[in-house]
């Protein structure tokens, strides 16, 4: 069984930044991806950024070139550096561990963008 914690979460200003962390524990192995999706009010959950265990990322077009995923191994921990933060990002973000056919989630932290 895989247990994610979210933390980082948080209230910010407009162009602000926030960094979230995930870690993960029980019984991971060497092959998984991890990653982050959001969901906003009345929204569809959507992809955020994820990076695989090889270090290849891929992110959400409305979030290249300011958000920044991450990841420490050794730690099994991943990272959002979110930069530049607009009030459009405002949403609850989820964690996500994912090794072969079996996907794991964070309990979610919200991020709220807002003067």
């Known amino acids: 069984q895989v247990h994610l914690v979210e933390s980082g979460g948080g209230l910010v200003q407009p162009g602000g930044s926030l960094r979230l962390s995930c870690a993960a524990s029980?019984?991971?192995?060497?092959?998984?991806?991890m990653g982050w999706y959001r969901q906003a009010p009345g929204k569809q959950r959507e992809l955020v950024a994820r990076i695989t265990s090889g270090g290849s990322t891929n992110y959400a077009y409305s979030v290249e070139g300011r958000f920044t995923i991450s990841r420490d191994n050794a730690k099994i921990t991943v990272y959002l550096q979110m930069n530049s933060l607009k009030p459009e990002d405002t949403a609850v973000y989820y964690c996500y561990l994912q090794q072969g056919a079996q996907t794991t989630w964070g309990q979610g932290t919200q991020v709220t963008v807002s003067s």
């Open positions: 029980g019984s991971i192995f060497s092959f998984y991806s």
